[in-house]
């Protein structure tokens, strides 16, 4: 398994940014497809970008698309969400995750491991 911290997370005014990153330790990470994922109060988690292991191909969600961008450096087993003009929605824990299947964009079932996340908060 592939051990996630997520760090990065914090207070900004909405049109801001932030940049998340994922440190990954256990195994090789740079085998995998790494995703984030964030969860508001009282809603469910729903996925946000993912990247393929070699970075080649990314994936967002709509709701997202044109503001986060999803990057990788293998050499320092780290994934990357930076976020540009960002919303009172875009407020939540963000976690990042890793998928150990073929597939891509991988489904939800297979991303197998977790960070405990870090929290957004965006104020108008």
């Known amino acids: 398994q592939v051990q996630l911290v997520e760090s990065g997370g914090g207070l900004v005014q909405t049109g801001g940014s932030l940049r998340l990153s994922c440190a990954a330790s256990?195994?090789?990470?740079?085998?995998?497809?790494a995703g984030w994922f964030r969860q508001a109060p009282g809603k469910e988690r729903e996925f946000v970008a993912t990247?393929?292991?070699?970075?080649?191909?990314?994936y967002y969600a709509d709701s997202v698309k044109g503001r986060f961008t999803i990057s990788r450096d293998n050499v320092k087993n780290t994934v990357y969400l930076q976020m540009n003009s960002l919303k009172t929605e875009d407020t939540a824990l963000y976690y990042c995750?890793?998928?150990?299947?073929?597939?891509?964009?991988?489904?939800?079932?297979?991303?197998?491991?977790w960070g405990q996340g870090t929290q957004v908060t965006v104020s108008s």
């Open positions: 995750a890793v998928a150990y299947g073929s597939n891509f964009p991988p489904r939800h079932y297979e991303y197998r491991s």
């Open positions: 256990g195994r090789t990470f740079s085998y995998y497809t």
């Open positions: 990247i393929r292991w070699n970075g080649g191909s990314t």
